[in-house]
């Protein structure tokens, strides 16, 4: 007998932890995402089915991205990690190959893109969706049916709103905005993106920069320049008042202080753009 109450103890020791190595404590599957628009795609395919965890913390924009020691320890210990690639998360690159084979690992893009914003295209969010509902169902194919539901209703939503954009007549205007992010969706909308900035929004822009914007503002007949509420409206309210023109807020969805959902950040994109483009 004492023998017994002694094995019993290991034997809850051993079930807790192989437990704790697929699943956390709300029984689901743990998923992490490396920035905040694949969080958001995740949540929305995985819906309350499987807990999803974005590496970075709220707010913060993923261009200067590091995770720390801690981030890479919490991510060995998922079910599977999904990251972006294509130059806006290089960081999973490195550490993909120190993770344990448990942690089944999803790279939306395997190129190297020249503009890592691949999300805020309509066609290349329905292709992520997919690719994600794909990776969910490979770990929990018990609920396969269920992503694929949840994905297949959100892209019908998004369908609609993407008409929306197509019919706002939109093609053949240029749009002047400070962090050159939307070079995707502006190719499926025939607009030209002029970015003060650049794709990495990092660098501050040079007074002879500033200039040429101000200068090309002013010959196009635009009248707004657009910013990432995020980075704030410094820059762009300078150039607009040199250009004598308005400056309003575009979300590049890489992250969102207020959790709100991909396609409630493209309705809001839609109508700013309406005020500033037409
Ligand atoms: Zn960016």
Same mark, same amino acid.
């Given at each position: 007998?004492?023998?017994?109450?002694?094995?019993?103890?290991?034997?809850?020791?051993?079930?807790?932890?192989?437990?704790?190595?697929?699943?956390?404590?709300?029984?689901?599957?743990?998923?992490?995402?490396?920035? @905040?628009?694949?969080?958001?795609?995740?949540?929305?395919?995985?819906?309350?089915?499987?807990?999803?965890?974005?590496?970075?913390?709220?707010?913060?924009?993923?261009?200067?991205?590091?995770?720390?020691?801690?981030?890479?320890? =919490?991510?060995?210990?998922?079910?599977?990690?999904? @990251?972006?690639?294509?130059?806006?998360?290089?960081?999973?690159?490195?550490?993909?190959?120190?993770?344990? $084979?448990?942690?089944?690992?999803?790279?939306?893009?395997?190129?190297?893109?020249?503009?890592?914003?691949?999300?805020?295209?309509?066609?290349?969010? @329905?292709?992520?969706?997919?690719?994600?509902?794909?990776?969910?169902?490979?770990?929990?194919?018990?609920?396969?049916?269920?992503?694929?539901?949840?994905? $297949?209703?959100?892209?019908?939503?998004?369908?609609?709103?993407?008409?929306?954009?197509?019919?706002?007549?939109?093609?053949?205007?240029?749009?002047?905005?400070?962090?050159?992010?939307?070079?995707? *969706?502006?190719?499926?909308?025939?607009?030209?993106?002029?970015?003060?900035?650049?794709?990495?929004?990092?660098?501050?822009?040079?007074?002879?920069?500033?200039?040429?914007?101000?200068?090309?503002?002013?010959?196009?007949?635009?009248?707004?320049?657009?910013?990432?509420?995020?980075?704030?409206? =410094?820059?762009?309210?300078?150039?607009?008042?040199?250009?004598?023109?308005?400056? *309003?807020?575009?979300?590049?969805?890489?992250?969102?202080?207020?959790?709100?959902?991909?396609?409630?950040?493209?309705?809001?994109?839609?109508?700013?753009? =309406?005020?500033?483009?037409?």
């Amino acid at each position: 007998m004492k023998k017994l109450l002694c094995i019993i103890p290991i034997m809850i020791v051993l079930l807790l932890s192989s437990c704790a190595d697929k699943t956390n404590n709300s029984g689901k599957a743990t998923v992490y995402t490396s920035f @905040y628009a694949v969080s958001d795609f995740t949540k929305t395919v995985a819906g309350d089915l499987v807990d999803v965890i974005n590496l970075m913390p709220q707010g913060m924009e993923p261009h200067d991205f590091e995770p720390t020691a801690t981030d890479i320890s =919490k991510l060995t210990k998922s079910d599977l990690f999904i @990251y972006n690639g294509g130059g806006i998360d290089d960081w999973a690159d490195s550490i993909i190959d120190t993770l344990p $084979d448990t942690v089944a690992v999803t790279r939306l893009y395997d190129t190297e893109n020249t503009d890592p914003h691949t999300w805020l295209s309509f066609k290349n969010a @329905y292709a992520e969706l997919n690719t994600i509902c794909n990776a969910l169902s490979d770990i929990e194919p018990q609920n396969k049916a269920v992503f694929e539901a949840n994905r $297949d209703s959100y892209i019908k939503k998004l369908e609609e709103l993407e008409n929306e954009y197509k019919n706002a007549g939109f093609g053949g205007l240029k749009m002047f905005v400070t962090h050159g992010a939307y070079g995707y *969706l502006c190719e499926e909308l025939g607009i030209e993106q002029v970015a003060l900035e650049g794709i990495s929004g990092e660098s501050d822009p040079s007074p002879a920069q500033v200039a040429q914007v101000v200068d090309d503002i002013k010959k196009s007949g635009a009248k707004c320049i657009f910013y990432e509420p995020l980075e704030g409206d =410094k820059t762009a309210q300078a150039v607009a008042n040199e250009a004598g023109v308005i400056a *309003l807020p575009l979300s590049t969805f890489e992250a969102d202080d207020e959790n709100r959902d991909y396609y409630t950040v493209m309705s809001e994109n839609l109508e700013q753009m =309406k005020k500033g483009l037409k």
